[in-house]
Protein backbone atom coordinates (compact mmCIF):
# COMPACT_ATOMS: atom_id res chain seq x y z
CA UNK A 1 0.00 0.00 0.00
CA UNK A 2 1.12 3.22 -0.87
CA UNK A 3 1.23 6.36 1.99
CA UNK A 4 -0.73 9.41 0.65
CA UNK A 5 1.11 11.46 2.28
CA UNK A 6 4.14 10.91 0.68
CA UNK A 7 2.00 11.84 -2.40
CA UNK A 8 0.81 15.15 -1.42
CA UNK A 9 4.48 15.78 0.08
CA UNK A 10 5.64 15.51 -3.70
CA UNK A 11 3.05 17.34 -4.77
CA UNK A 12 3.12 20.56 -2.77
CA UNK A 13 7.01 20.57 -3.51
CA UNK A 14 6.71 20.74 -7.18
CA UNK A 15 3.75 23.51 -6.88
CA UNK A 16 6.45 25.43 -4.33
CA UNK A 17 9.16 25.02 -7.16
CA UNK A 18 6.61 25.98 -9.40
CA UNK A 19 5.68 29.05 -8.02
CA UNK A 20 9.00 30.46 -7.23
CA UNK A 21 10.24 29.85 -10.96
CA UNK A 22 7.01 31.84 -12.08
CA UNK A 23 8.07 34.44 -9.23
CA UNK A 24 11.74 34.75 -10.26
CA UNK A 25 10.89 34.83 -14.10
CA UNK A 26 8.61 37.95 -13.08
CA UNK A 27 11.14 39.84 -11.07
CA UNK A 28 13.83 39.43 -13.56
CA UNK A 29 11.56 39.98 -16.59
CA UNK A 30 10.18 43.26 -14.72
CA UNK A 31 13.44 45.08 -13.88
CA UNK A 32 14.78 47.29 -16.68
CA UNK A 33 18.59 47.97 -17.50
CA UNK A 34 19.50 51.33 -19.13
CA UNK A 35 22.06 50.50 -21.69
CA UNK A 36 24.02 52.84 -23.74
CA UNK A 37 21.53 51.64 -26.73
CA UNK A 38 18.76 53.53 -24.85
CA UNK A 39 20.32 57.21 -24.52
CA UNK A 40 19.00 57.67 -27.96
CA UNK A 41 16.02 58.77 -26.29
CA UNK A 42 17.51 61.34 -24.44
CA UNK A 43 19.67 62.58 -26.69
CA UNK A 44 16.26 63.09 -28.92
CA UNK A 45 14.70 64.81 -26.55
CA UNK A 46 17.73 67.01 -25.99
CA UNK A 47 18.07 67.79 -29.66
CA UNK A 48 14.12 68.59 -29.46
CA UNK A 49 15.18 71.08 -26.47
CA UNK A 50 17.75 72.68 -28.48
CA UNK A 51 15.99 73.23 -31.77
CA UNK A 52 12.74 74.51 -30.22
CA UNK A 53 15.07 77.02 -28.04
CA UNK A 54 16.78 78.39 -31.28
CA UNK A 55 13.71 78.42 -32.84
CA UNK A 56 12.47 80.76 -30.18
CA UNK A 57 15.14 82.92 -30.29
CA UNK A 58 15.23 83.43 -34.27
CA UNK A 59 11.44 84.64 -33.82
CA UNK A 60 10.84 87.92 -33.74
CA UNK A 61 8.99 88.78 -30.84
CA UNK A 62 5.14 90.00 -31.23
CA UNK A 63 5.58 89.60 -35.02
CA UNK A 64 6.59 93.40 -34.77
CA UNK A 65 10.14 93.48 -34.48
CA UNK A 66 12.37 93.99 -36.84
CA UNK A 67 15.30 91.57 -36.29
CA UNK A 68 15.15 88.30 -33.99
CA UNK A 69 16.88 88.65 -30.69
CA UNK A 70 19.18 85.49 -32.38
CA UNK A 71 19.83 87.59 -35.60
CA UNK A 72 20.95 90.88 -32.76
CA UNK A 73 23.10 87.74 -30.72
CA UNK A 74 24.91 87.58 -33.59
CA UNK A 75 25.29 90.81 -35.22
CA UNK A 76 26.46 92.10 -32.12
CA UNK A 77 28.46 89.10 -31.39
CA UNK A 78 26.95 89.18 -27.50
CA UNK A 79 28.43 86.40 -26.32
CA UNK A 80 26.61 87.24 -22.87
CA UNK A 81 23.44 88.12 -23.94
CA UNK A 82 23.29 84.78 -26.24
CA UNK A 83 23.75 82.69 -23.20
CA UNK A 84 21.60 84.14 -20.82
CA UNK A 85 18.34 83.48 -23.43
CA UNK A 86 19.72 79.94 -24.53
CA UNK A 87 20.28 78.87 -20.73
CA UNK A 88 17.14 80.58 -19.75
CA UNK A 89 15.21 78.39 -22.54
CA UNK A 90 17.10 75.38 -22.03
CA UNK A 91 16.53 74.80 -18.86
CA UNK A 92 13.56 76.34 -17.90
CA UNK A 93 11.48 73.20 -16.00
CA UNK A 94 8.51 73.09 -13.86
CA UNK A 95 9.51 71.45 -10.47
CA UNK A 96 11.81 72.14 -7.81
CA UNK A 97 15.21 72.54 -9.75
CA UNK A 98 16.28 73.31 -13.07
CA UNK A 99 17.53 71.65 -15.92
CA UNK A 100 21.50 71.02 -15.95
CA UNK A 101 21.79 71.33 -20.03
CA UNK A 102 25.41 72.79 -21.31
CA UNK A 103 26.05 74.31 -24.63
CA UNK A 104 28.58 74.87 -26.83
CA UNK A 105 27.63 77.72 -29.51
CA UNK A 106 29.51 78.71 -32.93
CA UNK A 107 29.09 80.65 -35.98
CA UNK A 108 30.33 79.80 -39.47
CA UNK A 109 30.25 82.21 -42.15
CA UNK A 110 31.54 82.80 -45.89
CA UNK A 111 34.33 85.53 -45.73
CA UNK A 112 33.46 88.48 -48.60
CA UNK A 113 34.39 89.30 -51.26
CA UNK A 114 35.94 86.17 -52.67
CA UNK A 115 33.60 84.07 -50.54
CA UNK A 116 36.02 81.07 -50.51
CA UNK A 117 37.02 80.97 -47.12
CA UNK A 118 34.74 79.35 -44.31
CA UNK A 119 34.93 81.01 -40.84
CA UNK A 120 34.15 79.89 -37.43
CA UNK A 121 33.62 81.73 -34.69
CA UNK A 122 32.70 81.34 -30.76
CA UNK A 123 29.45 83.08 -29.94
CA UNK A 124 29.22 81.33 -26.45
CA UNK A 125 29.75 78.65 -24.38
CA UNK A 126 27.87 77.86 -20.65
CA UNK A 127 30.01 77.19 -17.56
CA UNK A 128 30.79 73.57 -18.13
CA UNK A 129 33.40 72.43 -20.55
CA UNK A 130 32.92 69.61 -22.83
CA UNK A 131 34.38 66.73 -21.94
CA UNK A 132 34.91 62.99 -23.61
CA UNK A 133 32.31 61.09 -21.76
CA UNK A 134 29.73 63.28 -22.50
CA UNK A 135 27.40 62.41 -25.44
CA UNK A 136 26.60 65.95 -27.03
CA UNK A 137 23.85 66.29 -29.58
CA UNK A 138 24.27 69.42 -32.50
CA UNK A 139 21.60 71.91 -33.78
CA UNK A 140 21.58 74.40 -35.67
CA UNK A 141 19.74 77.56 -36.97
CA UNK A 142 19.82 79.60 -39.85
CA UNK A 143 20.26 83.17 -39.46
CA UNK A 144 20.43 86.37 -41.72
CA UNK A 145 22.83 88.87 -40.32
CA UNK A 146 22.99 92.37 -41.61
CA UNK A 147 25.57 94.72 -40.88
CA UNK A 148 26.11 97.51 -42.85
CA UNK A 149 29.05 100.08 -43.41
CA UNK A 150 27.23 103.06 -42.24
CA UNK A 151 26.85 101.50 -39.31
CA UNK A 152 29.81 99.64 -38.24
CA UNK A 153 32.48 101.79 -40.67
CA UNK A 154 35.69 99.52 -39.43
CA UNK A 155 33.15 96.47 -39.66
CA UNK A 156 34.86 94.23 -37.30
CA UNK A 157 34.51 90.43 -36.47
CA UNK A 158 33.14 87.99 -38.98
CA UNK A 159 31.72 91.42 -41.25
CA UNK A 160 35.20 92.46 -42.67
CA UNK A 161 33.96 92.57 -45.83
CA UNK A 162 30.93 94.75 -45.09
CA UNK A 163 28.77 93.06 -47.52
CA UNK A 164 25.58 93.78 -46.02
CA UNK A 165 23.30 90.35 -45.60
CA UNK A 166 24.68 87.26 -44.87
CA UNK A 167 24.01 84.17 -44.29
CA UNK A 168 24.90 82.47 -40.84
CA UNK A 169 25.31 79.17 -39.37
CA UNK A 170 24.50 79.16 -36.00
CA UNK A 171 25.45 75.71 -34.40
CA UNK A 172 25.02 74.79 -30.73
CA UNK A 173 26.07 71.58 -29.11
CA UNK A 174 23.89 70.39 -26.27
CA UNK A 175 25.09 67.77 -23.67
CA UNK A 176 24.07 67.12 -19.86
CA UNK A 177 25.41 68.10 -17.12
Known amino acids: MVNSSAQLFTI ?7 IILL ?13 PGD ?3 SNMQLEVTGSDALNMLNTAQNGTAVK ?26 SGTSPDTIQFQANVTY ?8 INTSILSNSS ?23 DFPECPGMFSACGGKH ?4 EVLL ?3
Open 23 to 35: TAYIVVNSTSIYT
Open 39 to 41: THI
Open 110 to 117: VMAPLYTT
Open 68 to 93: TPLQTFVEQNDASGFRTAFLNIVNNK
Open 175 to 177: WRD
Open 12 to 18: EGIAASL
Open 128 to 150: QALHSGDHAVRVTEWVVADKTTK
Open 167 to 170: AVLV
